[in-house]
């Protein structure tokens, strides 16, 4: 008996080997897909499962998301605004309907604040979209545009916030249009970058600033957009009354300028020193 079970198994093994590679090669194209689709979901799928499990934080920026605005009842009546205050000009556009009449509007400063007040620990930073025409000749030291950091009691005192204030601002510098910082306390006075090398009647130039203001190390910073770089930060932003930000728009009768808020973080609960965007 144990001869004949061994004589079946050395007959009948070799046949159903044979008959496994048989099928094998009937359904090779059906095992062959098969595999492949293995291969590309492990491929393709499982990474993405991973990436998502393993960087949760990839879009929790969006949770630092705040609407910073023009404050609409202290803007100058010289000025106009969009309907959500979020767009600041000196001239009457489709874009900016709406002028402005209120009683705590401002009477010298030719502009208006945000509608954020800084603490001592904010770390707020946001982007503003600029565009400006030149209509007529300018003087050599005409002002196009100003982002400043002041005493909100200050600000309707001058014309503009650098003389008392941190100011980043635009103007004409004779044969170009530049960027410049200044802190009159400090005898801050400082060419950031050029804007534009053309300064004739008919020049149009648009661009994106990015600022930065850390009220925990007291500095208030701008960000060059196309380099992402940090091009200058003014210090020392100190003051025993309220601070707040200082958007002024100047020279309505030589230039069409145009300011708009594109996004805003607030990163205060984040132990940063600074940004780049």
Not at 30 to 40: D, E, H, N, T
Not at 249 to 266: A, C
Request: glycine share 4%.
């Amino acid at each position: 008996m144990q001869l004949n079970e061994s004589v079946v198994r050395w007959n009948t093994e070799p046949k159903a080997t044979r008959n496994i590679w048989i099928r094998m090669k009937q359904h090779r194209w059906s095992i062959l897909a098969f595999i492949c689709g293995v291969i590309l979901t492990l491929v393709l799928v499982v990474p993405g499962m991973v990436a998502k499990s393993s960087f949760p934080e990839k879009n929790d920026q969006a949770g630092y998301i705040f609407s910073l605005r023009f404050d609409r009842k202290s803007t100058h009546s010289l000025l106009f605004l969009s309907d959500d205050n979020t767009v600041l000009a000196n001239s009457f556009t489709k874009e900016t309907p709406n002028p402005v009449k209120h009683p705590e509007q401002f009477n010298n400063y030719v502009g208006t604040i945000g509608d954020r007040y800084f603490t001592s620990t904010s770390k707020l930073y946001f982007e503003i979209k600029f565009s400006y025409e030149i209509l007529k000749y300018l003087n050599s030291t005409d002002l196009v545009f100003e982002v400043g950091v002041a005493s909100r009691e200050k600000i309707d005192s001058h014309h503009y916030v650098g003389t008392h204030g941190w100011s980043f601002f635009i103007h004409n510098c004779t044969t170009n249009i530049c960027l410049r910082a200044q802190h009159g306390t400090t005898n801050t006075y400082e060419e950031v970058k050029i804007i534009s090398s053309s300064s004739t009647v008919g020049t149009v130039t648009t661009g994106r600033l990015g600022f930065f203001v850390n009220m925990n190390r007291n500095e208030f910073s701008v960000i060059d957009k196309d380099s992402s770089k940090i091009l200058y930060t003014l210090k020392k932003v100190v003051s025993a009354d309220q601070l707040c930000l200082a958007f002024g728009v100047y020279n309505h009768r030589y230039l069409e300028t145009k300011l708009e808020i594109m996004y805003s973080y607030d990163f205060t609960n984040l132990p940063i020193i600074n940004v780049v965007a």
